[in-house]
């Protein structure tokens, strides 16, 4: 089921429900929509701002909400929460691990596996260091037994 938000040329505005877009089509040009308030049959679809639902809400069945007669307006429900508070709490523990380690460690870009594996072989010394590997290029390091942990990234980071 679909649901338009509707005008008439009186200027009344309503919504209502459709199987689809084809049925809205149809049902214009047979001249089956009218409008609740004047009874005209100048009744099109007017610009909708996206519906974005708190959760999930049952879809109304043909019997709940007819194709041709207006379905009443939907009430607010309640504000979107994106994060509990425990997942910002965590979130802002691990930005600030991620922080730390960029502060006190030496960014070696592209070479990290290679120097990661040095360090490892003891060819190198041991050294704080962070940079970036292939998914291919970490599963080789955890294959050999070289010790490393992924920074971790939000996707706000991108920004």
């Known amino acids: 089921m679909i649901r338009y938000d509707l005008t008439c040329g009186c200027g009344a505005r309503f919504d209502g429900w459709f199987r689809s877009s084809a049925d809205f089509d149809s049902q214009q040009t047979r001249g089956l929509l009218s409008c609740p308030a004047c009874g005209g049959s100048a009744v099109t679809k007017a610009l909708m701002a996206p519906a974005i639902a708190a959760g999930r809400a049952a879809t109304p069945t043909e019997s709940e909400a007819p194709a041709s007669a207006p379905a009443p307006a939907a009430e607010p429900g309640p504000a979107m929460e994106l994060a509990s508070d425990g997942d910002r709490e965590l979130r802002a ?34 050294r704080s260091i962070y940079g970036r590997a292939t998914p291919d290029e970490a599963r080789a390091l955890a294959d050999e037994g070289v010790a490393f942990q992924p920074l971790p990234s939000f996707p706000d980071d991108a920004n």
């Not at 870009?109 to 041991?126: K, Q, S, V, Y």
Request: charged letters at 40%; zero cysteines.
């Open 93 to 126: 523990r691990l930005r600030a691990l991620r922080d730390h380690v960029t502060r006190t460690s030496e960014n070696v870009g592209d070479r990290f596996p290679d120097l990661a594996r040095r360090m490892h072989a003891e060819e190198i010394e041991h």
